[in-house]
Nanobody
Framework: QVQLVESGGGLVQPGGSLRLSCAAS????????WGWYRQAPGKERELVAG???????NYADSVKGRFTISRDNAKNTVSLQMNILKSEDTAVYYC?????????????????WGKGTQVTVSS
């Protein structure tokens, strides 16, 4: 069993910053990639930022230059630094991880999701 737990959401004024964190725990052998997704009311879930095991990153056009994703392999954590926040960044943010489970002979790649954390940008 693998769990992802997000933290760091909250209410912030436009132009402010927040840092989201996500920690994975459980029977993890390795995490190949991480992603942060978000879902605003009435909209589909979208990829905000991703990072691979080689530290290659990709960002949604709407957050490039404002958000930074980083990972700590030793701690099985990922963070999302969000700067210059805008009202349109308001959403529930979800952490995603893809990796291998620590069970002998199980070479399947699994996807895990956190329960989400609310980010509200409002004055």
């Amino acid at each position: 069993q693998v769990q992802l737990v997000e933290s760091g959401g909250g209410l912030v004024q436009p132009g402010g910053s927040l840092r989201l964190s996500c920690a994975a725990s459980g029977s993890i052998f390795s995490i190949n990639s991480w992603g942060w997704y978000r879902q605003a009311p009435g909209k589909e879930r979208e990829l905000v930022a991703g990072i691979t095991s080689c530290d290659n990153t990709n960002y949604a056009d709407s957050v490039k230059g404002r958000f930074t994703i980083s990972r700590d392999n030793a701690k099985n954590t990922v963070s999302l630094q969000m700067n210059i926040l805008k009202s349109e960044d308001t959403a529930v943010y979800y952490c995603h991880a893809r990796g291998l489970i620590d069970i002998m002979y199980d070479l399947n790649m699994y996807d895990w999701w956190g329960k989400g954390t609310q980010v509200t940008v409002s004055s």
